[in-house]
């Protein structure tokens, strides 16, 4: 089947239509593809490694770099549908990271990635202890602003000359979302 995962790395949550599972080097060959066919749609935000032999070197380089990268799965047919990845994860008195996620183009539009990203928070904070995650997302990124609002970020500011993307320094909205939100948002019955 198209897109299913192989190695059965360690689901780290599961919402109602998604979970989220460690990806690893058996997982490079769907992840590149996944990458790759997306590849267009993601270019004027973001790029990422296509070809299956640097995958596999991103997702086994990761956790030595501090980095967790989680398929975002489909529970109906087991499918890769997008990727989160959770980075500059700093401990106390921070309690911080970083996050970033893409999209399969022909799953964008389905609130797959926003469950994803949702599902990433509770585990940043319920399993790996942290307090706050933060997002940046260009201004004209109107898709991944609405994800991120969907799955409880809120905007913060203008965090000038961000990321290089395409050999240039690029200003991002940066958004957070803590473990105070997380709650509030629990008690209104929210994943």
Same mark, same amino acid.
């Given at each position: ?26 997982? $490079? +060959? #769907? ?22 032999? #640097? ?6 380089? $990761? ?26 994860? @700093? ?8 996050? !970033?996620? $893409? ?5 964008? %539009?389905?609130?797959?990635? +926003?469950? !994803? ?8 904070? %319920? ?32 965090? &000038?000359? @961000?990321? &290089?993307?395409? !050999? ?7 958004? +957070?979302?803590? +473990? ?8 209104? %019955?929210?994943?």
């Amino acid at each position: 089947m198209r897109g299913v995962l192989s190695d059965g790395g360690p689901i780290v949550a599961t919402g109602p239509r998604v979970d989220l599972r460690r990806l690893g080097a058996a997982d $490079a +060959a #769907k992840t590149a593809e996944l990458l790759a066919e997306s590849a267009e749609f993601h270019r004027p935000w973001v790029t990422y490694p296509t070809r299956p032999d #640097k995958v596999t070197a991103f997702l086994v380089a $990761a956790p030595g770099q501090g980095m967790e990268v989680l398929g975002v799965r489909r529970h109906s047919d087991d499918a890769l549908v997008g990727l989160t990845t959770l980075c500059r994860i @700093a401990g106390e008195p921070w309690l911080t990271a970083e996050c !970033g996620a $893409a999209v399969g183009v022909r799953y964008q %539009g389905n609130g797959y990635l +926003a469950e !994803g990203m949702r599902l990433l928070v509770w585990f940043a904070v %319920g399993t790996l202890g942290l307090h706050r995650v933060e997002a940046l997302a260009q201004p004209g990124n109107v898709r991944s602003g609405r994800m991120l609002t969907t799955a409880g970020f809120r905007p913060e500011g203008t965090a &000038r000359g @961000a990321i &290089r993307i395409g !050999g240039k320094w690029l200003d991002h909205v940066r958004w +957070a979302i803590t +473990a105070d939100d997380l709650a509030a948002s629990a008690g209104e %019955g929210v994943i």
